[in-house]
């Protein structure tokens, strides 16, 4: 089974602030990542799919990078609307989520 | 415009099977490349993938819960069923179905239901 470690758990930042969110793959995963938002109540929402690919209708302000075992997820500009816990996805093999990193604004 | 609906018993006492539906528009499960997944996820915890079926009828399951598990679709390609045999507390869960493309752009888990939540309780 391919293991997925996020980090952090919990970030606080400002408006503005530029935000970064890890995830390491326990192998190879080449570029099967994917990005989520999951606000309070919701379904989650893909942001970032194979690793930088922008989905549609998403502020380009979210980006995704990396690829083999090391992926960030980097928000340019925190925008109090961006407030939510984010959660990365591999695809590789079968599916495996991280644990999410829940954001909120300092 | 897709969208995805996930329906269930809301309550539902151990050893119990769960039985849900992800009913769905804007896409037909009949259309190749076309798969409809079932992902869990415990309040304030992470998600869990569970199964899938695709457009050719061809089943996947999550290894770990594969034997509780039973994923199927209706003849009209509009819903998606799954049960899980024998119920515990730890089945307690809002359960999402998302859809997913596999050919052209393959895009994993681009539309998601609203979900519906399960409580596993005597």
């Known amino acids: 089974d391919i293991q997925m470690t996020q980090s952090p758990s919990f970030l606080s930042a400002s408006v503005g602030d530029r935000v970064t969110i890890n995830c390491k793959a326990s192998q190879n995963i080449n570029r099967y990542l994917n990005w989520y938002q999951q606000k309070l109540g919701e379904a989650p929402k893909l942001l970032i799919y194979?690793?930088?690919s922008l989905q549609t209708g998403i502020p380009s302000r979210f980006s995704g990078s990396g690829s083999g075992t090391d992926f960030t997820l980097t928000i340019s500009s925190l925008q109090p609307e961006d407030v939510a816990t984010y959660f990365c996805?591999?695809?590789?093999?079968?599916?495996?989520f991280g644990a999410g990193t829940k954001l909120e604004l300092k | 415009q897709v969208t995805l609906k996930e329906s269930g018993p809301g309550m539902l006492q151990p050893s119990k099977t769960l039985s849900l539906t992800c009913s769905f528009s804007g896409f037909s499960l009949s259309t190749s490349g076309m798969v409809v997944s079932w992902i869990r996820q415990p309040s304030g915890k992470s998600l869990e993938w569970l199964a899938a079926?695709?457009?050719?009828?061809?089943?996947y399951y999550n290894p770990s819960l594969k034997s509780r598990l039973t994923v199927s679709k209706d003849t009209s390609n509009t819903q998606v069923f799954l049960k899980i045999t024998s119920v515990d507390i730890a089945d307690t869960a809002t359960y999402y179905c998302?859809?997913?493309?596999?050919?052209?752009?393959?895009?994993?888990?681009?539309?998601w239901g609203q979900g519906v939540m399960v409580t596993v309780s005597s």
């Open positions: 996805l591999q695809h590789n093999s079968w599916y495996t």
């Open positions: 194979n690793a930088n």
């Open positions: 998302a859809r997913s493309t596999t050919e052209g752009i393959v895009e994993v888990f681009d539309y």
């Open positions: 079926i695709d457009w050719d009828g061809d089943k």
